[in-house]
């Protein structure tokens, strides 16, 4: 199992990237396209890099889940990447604590579903992930991405 609950702590020096976005389907579109953007200007990997494509899929998979189930009326959510020596570190900051992602991802949606994959994907393309309940407001959903020999 990939999850963790409980967050190791950046080096102090880790370069980091961090905004707000709407809680709309453009705002999670918008978080995937700055988090290759940044990952690009960072490492100067190219955007179709197989490193690049999972840092997309696991952005968009994050910021589409704070967006279906962890939003309140008004609320932004908030992106923040940070590189690590070997990885990149994927944040979605959102307004529901209370809701939590499941411990492991479910199984597989039924074919014909709309939705009910977005943790499986995150788990198959992340090295770690896990959630940290940051106050009574807010939780962050996070997935590490392994950059090296990624290009």
């Known amino acids: 199992m990939k999850q963790q609950r409980n967050t190791q702590e950046a080096p102090a020096s880790a370069p980091e990237f961090s905004l707000?976005?709407?809680?709309?389907?453009r705002g999670a579109r918008l978080a995937r396209t700055l988090a290759v953007q940044q990952l690009t200007e960072?490492?100067?990997?190219?955007?179709?890099?197989?490193?690049?494509?999972a840092v997309a899929l696991v952005t968009v998979e994050l910021a589409a889940n704070a967006v279906t189930h962890g939003r309140l009326p008004g609320?932004?959510?908030?992106?923040?990447?940070?590189?690590?020596?070997h990885a990149l570190r994927i944040?979605?900051?959102?307004?529901?604590p209370e809701r939590l992602p499941p411990r492991t991802a479910?199984?597989?949606?039924s074919a014909d579903a709309a939705s009910g994959?977005?943790?499986?994907?995150?788990?198959?393309?992340?090295?770690?992930?896990?959630?940290t309940v940051r106050d009574?407001?807010?939780?962050?959903?996070?997935?590490?991405?392994?950059?090296?020999?990624?290009?």
């Not at 707000?20 to 389907?25: A, E, G, M």
């Not at 960072?42 to 494509?53: I, L, N, S, V």
């Not at 479910?106 to 949606?109: H, Y």
């Open 106 to 109: 479910s199984g597989p949606a």
């Open 136 to 151: 009574a407001y807010t939780k962050a959903v996070w997935a590490e991405v392994n950059l090296s020999a990624a290009w």
């Open 20 to 25: 707000r976005l709407s809680s709309t389907p």
């Open 75 to 85: 609320r932004d959510f908030r992106l923040t990447l940070l590189l690590l020596p």
């Open 91 to 96: 944040e979605v900051t959102d307004t529901r």
């Open 42 to 53: 960072w490492c100067g990997c190219p955007y179709d890099c197989d490193a690049a494509r």
């Open 117 to 131: 994959r977005g943790l499986l994907l995150v788990e198959a393309y992340a090295d770690r992930w896990g959630c």
